[in-house]
């Protein structure tokens, strides 16, 4: 999902919203929050605000228009958001101007239909960028999760389009689905290219353990969707914050990082409440949807740091290492894990392909002069 994400706490002032002093006033009487108690300030600001002291927030969208309201550090699309954001009226302009690259460019109909869905996922992290001080997350199509050298490929075109647009490789993480093929694709992008990895799908602690590993900058572990499949497939139809699987699963990967000194951070992902993204203060980063944003903003409830590195340190996790039989085997004995990073791999790829119709429909209607 920083060394330029600004991982370390000192970036906050940076991004929390100025802290401005609230006067109430009744008679003679005039309460400041700057002269409150820490107590009664912490409950003067939203959860937001503080989640933002313990943990770098990051806006989990491709509608960028819904980015300014809350602030966040960095920016993450994948290939539904950013169908569901080329859909909307408001950016119809941008997938216009992608489709006229892609003809520009020539070659088939599909060499053209390629070009102008990654010069269309590079233009909305464009405009994401002009929202975010940090980084902005853009993804490799999932139906290349199996192979890494054209994970690597498409990868690199990505990083020259917003070279071309005068973007630096360091304001972008190139997301990759964690399967083995793309592990060893991050490994490879980050040794030889020097170009920072994001990976994603990620649900067991295999797939985290390769990452770390790797050394790839930054892994998306999946907190929502790992809580879906134990719904589904278990009794148990709801769970509170501190026994939810997600949170578990994300606590323990963080843990582990942090007991062994690995510099790949955790970014927790895909959440259904706000009880998960509060449950995980204090982890790296949490990108989160702009709907629990506004929820969280309007939250006045007490955020208390769970995630540290001193905590972590006291675990008593014990350092495993995997080559590719072992973690073969160590994923594929995590059922939930399986299932769940096909199922996401297929949706996305699902999505990769309403988006490459909804582009020949329109490129046909270019050509034709309507």
């Known amino acids: 999902m920083l060394t330029s994400c600004c991982v370390a706490r000192s970036c906050f002032s940076d991004i929390a919203p100025a802290l401005t002093c609230f006067q109430y006033i009744k008679g003679s009487q005039s309460l ?9 300030r912490r409950k003067m600001e939203s959860a937001l605000t503080q989640l933002k002291k313990h943990t770098v927030v990051v806006a989990d969208t491709g ?10 550090q960095d920016a993450t699309t ?71 050298d054209e994970m690597v490929a498409k990868a ?12 630096s ?40 353990v390769a990452c770390a590993e790797a050394k790839v900058t930054l892994i998306s572990p999946f907190v929502g969707r790992i809580l879906d499949w134990y719904k589904e497939n278990t009794d148990r139809k709801s769970f509170e914050p501190h026994e939810d699987p997600g949170v578990l699963s994300v606590t323990k990967i963080y843990n582990y990082y942090k007991k062994f000194d690995y510099s790949t951070v955790v970014m927790g992902a895909s959440f259904r409440n706000t009880g998960q993204i509060k449950a995980l ?44 039989k072992t973690f073969r085997w160590q994923h594929n004995e995590d059922q939930m894990a399986v299932e769940k990073l096909s199922d996401g791999i297929r949706k996305f790829a699902i999505d990769a392909i309403k988006l490459e119709t909804m582009i020949k429909e329109k490129m046909l209607n270019v050509k034709n002069g309507q």
């Not at 509608?63 to 966040?72: G, L, S, T, V």
């Not at 690199?156 to 973007?167: Q, R, S, T, V």
């Not at 964690?178 to 592990?183: F, L, N, Y």
């Open 32 to 40: 400041t929050m700057s002269r409150a108690s820490p107590d009664k």
């Open 156 to 167: 690199l075109k990505l990083i020259a389009l917003y070279k071309e647009a005068g973007i």
């Open 281 to 324: 203060a204090g982890c790296d980063l949490l990108t989160i949807s702009p709907g629990l944003l506004a929820e969280l903003n309007q939250d006045h409830s007490v955020v208390t740091e769970l995630l540290n590195k001193e905590n972590a340190k006291a675990s008593d996790l014990e350092k495993i290492h995997l080559d590719e």
């Open 169 to 208: 490789k360091e304001r972008v993480l190139i997301k990759l689905s964690s399967t083995w093929e793309g592990i060893q694709a991050g490994k490879e992008l980050e040794e030889q290219h020097g170009v920072h990895c994001n990976m994603t799908l990620l649900f067991s602690f295999a797939q985290a």
């Open 63 to 72: 509608d960028f228009n819904a980015i300014d309201e809350y602030k966040p």
């Open 78 to 148: 994948n290939p539904s958001l950013i169908l569901a954001a080329a859909k909307m009226p408001a950016y119809q302009h941008l997938l216009d101007q992608a489709i006229k690259y892609g003809i520009a460019k020539d070659g088939t109909e599909e060499e053209q239909v390629a070009n102008t869905m990654d010069k269309l996922f590079v233009t909305f992290g464009l405009e994401i960028l002009k929202k975010v001080p940090g980084r902005v997350s853009t993804e490799v199509d999932a139906r290349l999760s199996f192979d890494k």
